[in-house]
């Protein structure tokens, strides 16, 4: 079975540009997550879709990001425009069931962004 | 101060070695604990949960102190495999899959 998957694995950008994330979950699983770990720091909560709902979205940082889940298949983040501190890698998870659970979300290798 | 807080280390032991690790966190209204394993660069993969009663799993062992709100694992008689990056996360109650994560702890074993 197919792991959740993201692209790019690697994207690097200048200030200012754009960029767009990508994250497949894993089949059938309706809860996908959006995470970020800015270099030397942990790894934070973005935001939480069940299905193409948006559940929380309480740890986006500004309104320069936006995330999508058209379907409730893939999802989309998007930074627009890029600043420098948005450089770090943004891992996708998905589960079944809330994370609340069983805590067991399963990541995505995530998608190292750099901007220069 | 961090929700989560772990000793970043690195702790580098030989093979065979116990190695415990602690975490402690901040928001008593934190309700489900874990630990995860994260290669480098790689994902976080779920490596166990730790219940109040403490939970064993192989050569790892989890425990839980809620007075304390202090988590900890041991690994004992470590590998080369154990190499990696331990996780310590919560969850708050009815926060969905929201895990608040440590910085993690470095651990490096050597033959």
């Known amino acids: 079975e197919a792991g959740v998957t993201q692209f790019p694995s690697h994207s690097v950008i200048e200030k200012g540009q754009t960029v767009t994330l990508r994250c497949d979950p894993i089949s059938g699983h309706d809860n996908l997550y959006w995470y970020r770990r800015v270099m030397g720091k942990e790894i934070k909560f973005l935001l939480h879709f069940v299905k193409e709902s948006k559940q929380d979205e309480s740890g986006m940082p500004n309104n320069r990001f936006l995330a999508e889940r058209t379907g409730g298949t893939y999802s989309t983040l998007k930074v627009q425009p890029a600043e420098l501190e948005d450089s770090g890698v943004y891992f996708c998870a998905s589960s079944q069931r809330p994370g609340s659970s069983t805590g067991e979300l399963f990541f995505g290798e995530g998608s190292r962004l750099t901007v220069l | 101060r961090k929700e989560v807080e772990q000793d970043p280390g690195p702790f580098n032991v030989p093979e065979g070695a116990t190695v415990a690790f602690n975490c402690t966190y901040s928001n008593s209204a934190s309700q489900s604990f874990f630990w995860y394993r994260q290669d480098c660069r790689k994902e976080p993969k779920l490596l166990m949960s730790v219940y109040s009663s403490g939970n064993e799993d192989g050569r790892f062992t989890a425990q839980l102190n809620r007075a304390s709100q202090y988590i900890s694992l041991l690994i004992r008689d470590s590998k080369l495999s154990d190499s990696a990056t331990y996780l310590c996360?919560?969850?708050?109650?009815?926060?969905?899959?929201?895990?608040?994560f440590g910085q993690g702890t470095e651990l490096s074993v050597k033959p």
């Open positions: 996360v919560v969850n708050m109650e009815n926060q969905g899959g929201k895990l608040i």
